[in-house]
């Protein structure tokens, strides 16, 4: 257990629906993180959240739409999505300091999500 | 943030030390040296950072070299639960409105498979 914890595990929807993944950190952190893994992909960092403002945005389309209500609660709503949006899911959290300053990220076990 | 280098794929007999090198000859003054590492169809884990100096803790030691161009993470006593992808990812921080947080890229790793 890292403390950040994601649901659901596993989601499968078709093209037309709307869903939304769920990220909860209980470590105290105030930056969060979505990270998508495609098949045979590395890591793609998608959204970073540094006390609750969106500090980047990787180019991902807006079919994929974050929210942050507050910094232990990081939302990914998902609209019409695209076959090759099937991927996992990751969210993360981290300590952000004072300039300078080391931020080891804690990641959750992760969305596996099919889009059919 | 610099570029790393690792082999694709690394085996290792189970009970004997692990040594996977890291390319990053690229690596700036202020940029650390971060290994996480992830299981199969979990989150990644950090594992250690450093910056110049070689650094130990429960899970592994990180040998920098003088010229911060190449390091290697060393798995003491390789169990079977330490197959993984690892990655060796180098980075400075981020700053946003005088706070810090982590950008990590992410490469392909290299699979390490711990046979017994």
């Known amino acids: 257990e890292t403390g950040v914890t994601q649901t659901p595990r596993h989601l499968v929807m078709g093209m037309t629906n709307k869903k939304s993944l769920k990220c909860e950190q209980h470590l105290g952190h105030n930056a969060m993180y979505w990270y998508k893994q495609s098949a045979k992909k590395p890591l793609e960092l998608m959204f970073v959240y540094n006390f609750k403002e969106q500090t980047e945005n990787n180019s991902v389309p807006s079919r994929f739409s974050p929210e942050c209500p507050n910094s232990s609660h990081l939302f990914l709503h998902l609209h019409t999505l695209q076959p090759e949006d099937s991927a996992l899911y990751l969210c993360?959290?981290?300590?952000?300091?004072?300039?300078?300053?080391?931020?080891?990220?804690?990641f959750g076990p992760g969305t596996r999500l099919t889009v059919l | 943030d610099a570029k790393t280098t690792q082999p694709t794929s690394m085996d290792c007999a189970e009970g004997r030390a692990a040594n996977l090198p890291c390319n990053h000859s690229t690596i700036s003054g202020n940029e650390y040296v971060y290994w996480y590492r992830q299981i199969h169809s979990q989150g990644p884990q950090y594992i250690i950072h450093?910056?110049?100096n070689n650094e130990t803790n429960e899970m592994a030691s990180l040998i920098i070299t003088e010229d911060r161009k190449s390091s290697t993470l060393i798995l003491p006593h390789a169990t079977l639960r330490d197959t993984a992808v690892y990655y060796c990812i180098v980075r400075g921080n981020t700053n946003a409105g005088g706070t810090s947080y982590g950008k990590l890229t992410f490469g392909q790793g290299t699979i390490l498979t711990v046979h017994p």
């Open positions: 993360a959290s981290s300590q952000a300091g004072l300039a300078g300053a080391y931020n080891e990220q804690f």
């Open positions: 450093g910056l110049k």
